[in-house]
């Protein structure tokens, strides 16, 4: 359940596969490589300052609180340790 941020975004549009909407908070978006998966996945990233994220740290799972078995109980990634 835990990953390495691979490269991210700091933005004020939240994008679904439907739509992108214009927020008046930041959102940040990661691109995150999960330990032992050969590819690397687009998730929000939660609980962090963007002036505290760097390449290469350590991003771990943040479920939702209903869990389905599938990949979108995934509500994000966050820093090990907190933000």
Do not use: C, H
Not at 14 to 35: C, F, M, N, Q, W
Not at 59 to 82: A, H, M, T
């Amino acid at each position: 359940e835990t990953g390495v941020l691979k490269n991210f975004t700091v933005t004020n549009w939240k994008v679904t596969e439907r739509r992108a909407v214009k927020r008046k908070d930041t959102y940040i978006i990661g691109l995150v490589k999960i330990d032992g998966a050969d590819t690397s996945m687009v998730v929000p990233l939660l609980n962090v300052n963007p002036d505290d994220l760097k390449e290469g740290m350590k991003v771990k799972v943040v479920w939702y609180s209903r869990l389905s078995g599938q990949p979108n109980d995934i509500q994000g990634f966050e820093p090990v340790g907190g933000g």
